[in-house]
């Protein structure tokens, strides 16, 4: 780390908590909120509003979407 600048403990404070204790609740907390209704529901709504639809009058896309190259 001290190709950085820092040194945990002593140039930077070490973390509050242990990452590797405190990941898998908040993944998983995460995934349970995503899968909600309330969250599907919300997500509609937020697309709806923001997005702009690629379809035309009658059904197909006005307009070709590439891949990333």
């Known amino acids: 780390m001290l190709m950085f600048g820092f040194e945990p403990g002593i140039t930077y404070p070490h973390p509050i908590v242990d990452p590797k204790d405190k990941k898998k609740p908040m993944v998983d907390h995460l995934w ?9 529901s919300e997500k509609k709504r937020i ?23």
Request: proline share 12%.
């Open 47 to 69: 697309l709806e509003t923001f997005a702009k639809s690629r379809k035309g009058p009658n059904g197909p896309p006005t307009t070709k979407v590439l891949p990333f190259e």
């Open 32 to 40: 349970k909120t995503r899968k909600s209704e309330e969250a599907r």
